[in-house]
């Protein structure tokens, strides 16, 4: 059984940092990929980040892109979300979700198989 757990939100200043961990188990191969993804109140979930663990292509959001990094740790199962130069409107529901086998385009997709259980992000101004 594939098993999501995210940690290491919180509430942080503007132009701060948070990095968010996603510790994967319940995998065969590695064949999956992990994406980020957020809500908001008010918002359309929108996807932010997601890596391929067999080969680490990353694929951002324009929103996020230069300000946030995702990386895999595949020795731990862990895929992490550095981010930095956060903004107010950064604030949302993060949660981790998985598709396995990867088949390409997971940010734009409506639905994933697995998800965690979202850690809070909130920043103040």
Do not use: H
């Not at 680490?56 to 199962?77: L, Q």
């Not at 598709?99 to 997971?106: I, K, L, Q, T, V």
């Amino acid at each position: 059984e594939v098993q999501l757990v995210e940690s290491g939100g919180g509430l942080v200043q503007a132009g701060g940092s948070l990095r968010l961990s996603c510790a994967a188990s319940g995998f065969t191969s590695d064949e999956y990929a992990i994406g980020w993804f957020r809500l908001a109140p008010g918002k359309e979930r929108e996807g932010v980040s997601c890596i391929s663990v067999s080969d680490g292509r990353t694929y951002y959001a324009d929103s996020v892109k230069g300000r946030f990094t995702i990386s895999s740790d595949n020795a731990r199962n862990t895929v992490y979300l550095q981010m930095d130069s956060l903004k107010p409107e950064d604030t949302a529901i993060y949660y981790c979700a998985a598709e396995d086998p990867y088949s390409g385009a997971m940010l734009d997709k409506g639905y994933l198989p697995y998800w965690g259980q979202g850690t809070q992000v909130t920043v103040s101004s």
